[in-house]
């Protein structure tokens, strides 16, 4: 059996894995474009120089699994083409390419490796008391402003989002707002329609609907939105958004050879998370299994626990949820927050690489 997973963050990862870890005579490839498993939820820290997000595919990949580095360009019939002319055949595929950052232009994108790499070189140039704005007031968002803040002291930090950690139940908010204001993060509430660049002051000019100019020496986009357009593309069904439409058992509805996971699958009720991409990638790897041994299919189901979020490398909050992801009143912050946010984050990244997860079922 020839498997091709496409993709190897946190849901191709675990595919591969779980599929070479019970299915010996199979023959799985790994397409991805770099040569590194990225920990998309460490990609702060490594703009800010506190952390690094990359790890060797060598390092995380059980041993029998190749790897191609290169970029699929287009899912033909039964066989993946790829963006140097070369095409790789498949029984069975996995689709796991997540989800893209589309930045307003004169902004640096912090959701994905190359972003992150081009705002650390960029933040690292900047001198003592410029300015650097935060475009996003969603998880990623507060993350980034927060690391930034802590890594240099030295520099004027702000956020700009409509509402600042809307996910989150009105006292983690207030929690949010509290240690954004105790790391000196000025924080606007409003939205950008546009980055001109540069301004007279030699940066950028971050505009808000509004009509309010701000100067900007460095602007990052936390905004992270729309999936790459391969299954559309490769004339798999999407929905509106271009997110693969699947079956109950993730299985593209074009196509019953290719199962769509993570952030470019249309599931009811996921959001962008690795909570969500790992669960997906294990399910369909044990469908895989399960059909080669004959067995009868589980349909997926997963149930969210809570959010996590880190405020700088000493503080953190985690907000509990219920099973369909909408906020409870708990939580815990700071130093505990920080520390189990960290466990949380290793969890992950020893799930995809071991192959060794749980999640709670969904909501009934």
């Known amino acids: 059996m020839k498997i091709v997973v496409v993709g190897a963050g946190y849901a191709g990862t675990i595919a591969a894995n779980r599929l070479a870890k019970k299915l010996e005579d199979a023959e799985i490839t790994v397409v991805n474009p770099r040569s590194d498993f990225v920990e998309r939820v460490r990609l702060h820290q490594q703009i800010a120089g506190s952390g690094t997000a990359a790890t060797p595919l060598t390092e995380m990949l059980r041993e029998g699994v190749a790897v191609h580095v290169g970029s699929v360009d287009k899912i033909g019939d039964g066989a993946v083409n790829l963006d140097d002319g070369t095409s790789i055949g498949f029984d069975y595929l996995i689709v796991a390419v997540g989800s893209t950052v589309t930045p307003l232009p004169g902004a640096v994108p912090v959701g994905t490796w190359e972003g992150a790499q081009q705002a650390r070189t960029a933040l690292a140039d900047l001198p003592s008391g410029a300015v650097v ?20 002291p030295d520099l004027q930090v702000r956020i700009v989002g409509e509402t600042i950690g809307a996910t989150l139940s009105p006292g983690a908010q207030q929690r949010v707002h509290a240690g954004l204001e105790r790391m000196s993060v000025q924080v606007i509430e409003g939205a950008v329609s546009e980055v001109r660049t540069p301004d007279e002051g030699g940066g950028d000019t971050v505009v808000l609907r509004s009509g309010q100019a701000l100067h900007s020496d460095l602007t990052l986009w936390a905004i992270v939105a729309g999936v790459p357009d391969l299954v559309a593309s490769s004339g798999l069904e999407v929905d509106a958004e271009g997110r693969a439409v699947v079956d109950e ?24 998370a690795c909570a969500t991409a790992t669960p997906q990638g294990a399910h369909a790897a044990g469908t895989l299994i399960r059909m080669a041994k004959g067995r009868k299919l589980k349909r997926f189901s997963m149930g969210y626990t809570g959010q996590a979020l880190s405020l700088g490398r000493r503080s953190g909050l985690v907000q509990a949820c219920r099973r369909d992801d909408t906020p409870r009143r708990i939580f815990v912050a700071g130093r505990v927050g920080a520390v189990s946010k960290e466990g949380i984050n290793r969890y ?17």
Request: hydrophobic share 40%; aromatic share 8%; charged share 20%.
């Open 133 to 152: 704005t935060v475009v996003g007031g969603g998880l990623t968002g507060i993350e980034t402003a927060t690391e930034v803040a802590e890594a240099r």
């Open 249 to 272: 058992h993730l299985r593209s509805v074009t196509d019953s050879r290719i199962f769509v996971v993570g952030d470019c699958a249309a599931v009811p009720g996921a959001r962008f």
């Open 348 to 364: 992950a990244k020893y799930g995809s690489r071991t192959a060794n997860y749980a999640w709670l079922p969904g909501p009934k």
